[in-house]
């Protein structure tokens, strides 16, 4: 990429060069590693027609001549606004075929039904272990008690947390309702060590 270039892609709009990477790599199945360029070059595209479009907006929406400075810059980001929700819908959203959706709707239907029955089995199976994985059914309940009793613990942890809870709901065990109950202590060593055995890469992360 030539510095010219590098200078144009450097100053796309940062939403539009957010979608316009998704909407590629997740959709259309662009390699990021392999053609980058692509990506960028719609992304340029895309952050061309968005100041024609705001532009033109202007033209027809022009701000009054007695207008303060900070009405003229309110005007300015609300072209730029709706000048980018334009050319996003017309451009690169319909790139997203209704072909592309069904077919991804049917996968994830049936990754969904495969993870359900993966957690049966290790609920059936009484794997007492599952929660370090998190192979457990998410819960509303775990996730309260979380809430109150590890809020303040990072991310990580609190995942680890929920799938701890979770499994002890499943299998009749007792948990923690407060912060003080005596269960707190032994489930937090519990989860730390799994978080020592396993580090995260960045344990404020929840994933």
Do not use: C
């Not at 969904?112 to 599952?130: G, I």
């Amino acid at each position: 990429m030539d510095e010219q270039m590098l200078e144009q892609v450097e100053g796309i709009d940062v939403m539009i060069a957010d979608e316009t990477r998704r909407i590629l790599v997740e959709w259309i199945g662009v390699d990021p590693s392999t053609n980058q360029e692509q990506i960028d070059q719609e992304a340029l595209r895309l952050q061309g027609l968005t100041e024609e479009a705001a532009e033109a907006y202007e033209q027809q929406n022009p701000a009054p001549q007695a207008a303060f400075y900070s009405e003229v810059v309110q005007a300015k980001e609300t072209a730029w606004r709706t000048a980018r929700e334009l050319v996003l819908t017309n451009e690169l959203y319909p790139q997203v075929t209704p072909e592309m959706i069904a077919e991804r709707e049917a996968l994830d239907s049936v990754l969904d039904k495969m993870t359900e029955e993966r957690w049966d089995r290790a609920r059936e199976t009484k794997d007492a272990d599952r929660w370090r994985t998190q192979n457990v059914r998410p819960s509303r309940a775990a996730t309260r008690v979380v809430e109150r009793v590890w809020l303040a613990k990072p991310g990580w942890f609190r995942s680890l947390a929920k799938a701890l809870i979770a499994q002890r709901i499943e299998d009749r065990q007792p948990v923690p309702m407060t912060s003080r109950d005596p269960l707190v202590d032994e489930l937090t060593e519990l989860i730390e060590d799994e978080m020592r055995r396993n580090p995260p890469a960045d344990p404020e992360l929840p994933f």
